[in-house]
């Protein structure tokens, strides 16, 4: 059920680790599942990222999105990187099985969340970008207690 792809990118995860001292580092969970998703990014004085690492709590399909959205937004500028869509991590990886497309949006989320945080430490605006959620449910909840 999982392609050639998956199963290599979830046995042999590229990107993982930490970046001390990184440029931006953002997190984001998703309570349902309880997994959790961090990405920590190296950006250039020309918004261009020079590395990226991640740390995933989660399941095989995250640690494989993770490692696929670290491998794609390497060597992209902080704009190129912020259209990186969940879409885009499922297809490099040859699809998703559907229950699983949830752990690309936390893949795509965790993007967001460390430009976010990258940002802030620089104050600056990066069109596009809008301020991550911390659980990727948060908002479903929300519309679901109206
Ligand atoms: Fe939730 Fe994969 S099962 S991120």
């Known amino acids: 059920m999982?392609?050639?792809?998956?199963?290599?990118?979830f046995q042999n995860p590229r990107n993982v680790g930490e970046i001390e001292n990184a440029s931006g580092v953002g997190t984001v969970g998703n309570a349902k599942c309880g997994d959790i998703m961090r990405i920590y990014l190296d950006i250039d004085e020309n918004q261009v990222i020079r590395d990226a690492k991640f740390k995933t709590f989660g399941c095989g399909a995250?640690?494989?999105?993770?490692?696929?959205?670290t491998e794609l937004i390497k060597g992209k500028t902080v704009q190129e990187a912020l259209q990186i869509t969940n879409k885009a991590v499922m297809e490099a990886l040859d699809g998703l099985p559907p229950v699983k497309v949830h752990c690309s949006l936390l893949a795509e989320e965790a993007i967001h969340a460390s430009l976010w945080d990258y940002a802030q430490k620089n104050h600056i605006t990066i069109e596009g970008l809008k301020e991550p959620k911390k659980d990727i449910h948060e908002g479903e909840e929300e519309e679901l207690s109206v």
Do not use: L, P
């Open 2 to 9: 999982y392609s050639e792809k998956v199963m290599d990118h």
């Open 62 to 69: 995250a640690v494989a999105t993770s490692s696929m959205a």
